[in-house]
């Protein structure tokens, strides 16, 4: 049987150290997957290492565990992936950071565009960060997906302009994504952005053209994808792209 | 503004007709989409053509449509790609049949494995179609995802016999997608196999390895995918290496 995996974001974990876990954790570890006194799990804490642990007591609102390793993790990707997402409702953008973060990207930034019908974030960044972590933690990841604020088009210019290639989606272009990232097999950064189900204004797109000079618009094919299918789709083809789906 | 699109599946369509539609064929042009008289639509009905037709009367039950064009629809994929489904629960299913719809599948097999932990398809295969049909319309294609019988695990090796490759997603191998992909560029049907959340056992892989010469097994990378990520993920890598993403 696999060990189980859990994932408390920040906290410090040290061999030989004992902790008493409680509430959250103490419900997903204890009353949610049923670990007993005497298992062995494995704790991420975001550091990129594995926490071997073993399980010392359990009380009705508390479970006390004991660093017994450190292990090297190898899950994450190599490839630096940040998907850049027009806000969409409430469950199809925790959707889309469950399957990226499963995909191995680094960050999801949120925002807001000219045809965005979301106007804030229905979510609580702390209930994606949960889904994050918990994606993170069942596919094996020992970082977890950061979730930066809210931001809007304009901005993502600025945010954007040390990737090494940023891809746009958008419709009516006519650049191949598979030449575009065959040739950039050099990229260590790589940003995507995903417009919402309104997709982008032509001013949006030449503002961004204009703005960044590692900027290439593609097409996602002949077939028009949901906003949160052109997330997953395009991560995929990414990390497929760089070797990351072998 | 974009003309609305309308999936009415093995409705026979000649230009010059007028048909009256009713019930829930009614009920999504009219109150959902909230098309009126003097309306153009698009209406695709799995043939391949997409057909102009125009909004001639709508009454409290019934649309009165007229055909006035039949059209060419290039949206459909070049490649034959069939995505072989173990059973998972309902809305992941779901999930699934609309998202490998909108990548291009032509085709869905539900299969019960050992470790399947859903025995039966909770979900209605109507329900399933009327999915899968306005994600094919949405996406703007003209035919439909067919979605098959419930079949078991050794069925597949008839079914999938006639298969130029067939990929079968197995978290405990070697073998690079990427390289088995860039190495069956004539494959022109291509059939995907993945597991349920548990997975498959060593014996099922190995009959299907000996039923199946156009067999190769492959990971998917280092991170442990949801069935539902690997069925999206593997669909759109397949795509995306045979140009049907760019």
Redesign the interface.
């Known amino acids: 049987m696999q060990i189980k995996r859990f994932f408390i974001n920040k906290l410090a974990l040290n061999v030989g150290e004992r902790h008493e876990l409680v509430k959250e954790d103490y419900n997903y570890i204890v009353v949610v997957t049923r670990a007993r006194v005497g298992d062995s799990i494995i704790i991420a804490n975001n550091t990129g290492y594995d926490f071997l642990c073993i399980i010392k007591e359990i009380t009705k609102n508390t479970v006390t565990i004991e660093i017994k390793e450190k292990l090297q993790n190898?899950?994450e990707?190599k490839l630096n992936l940040t998907v850049c997402q027009a806000l969409v409702k409430g469950d199809k953008f925790e959707?889309i950071t469950?399957?990226i973060t499963?995909?191995?990207a680094a960050e999801l930034i949120p925002f807001t565009s000219t045809f965005t019908v979301v106007k804030e974030n229905t979510n609580k960044t702390e209930r994606l960060n949960k889904i994050a972590e918990q994606a993170s933690a069942?596919?094996?990841?020992a970082k977890t997906l950061k979730i930066a604020e809210i931001t809007t088009l304009k901005n993502l210019s600025k945010l954007l302009s040390n990737y090494d290639l940023v891809l746009l989606a958008y419709e009516q272009n006519k650049n191949?994504?598979?030449?575009v990232l065959q040739n950039s097999h050099s990229a260590k950064s790589v940003a995507i952005i995903i417009g919402s189900e309104g997709g982008f204004s032509k001013e949006e797109v030449d503002y961004l053209e204009k703005e960044l000079k590692n900027l290439k618009t593609?097409?996602?094919?002949?077939?028009?994808?949901?906003a949160e299918?052109a997330a997953?789709?395009?991560s995929?083809?990414v990390?497929?792209?760089r070797?990351?789906?072998?």
């Not at 593609?218 to 949901?226: C, K, P, Q, Y």
């Open positions: 190898n899950k990707a959707l469950q399957k499963e995909l191995g069942q596919c094996g990841r191949s994504l598979k030449e593609v097409s996602l094919g002949a077939r028009i994808l949901r299918t997953i789709a395009l995929a083809a990390m497929y792209e070797g990351e789906m072998s």
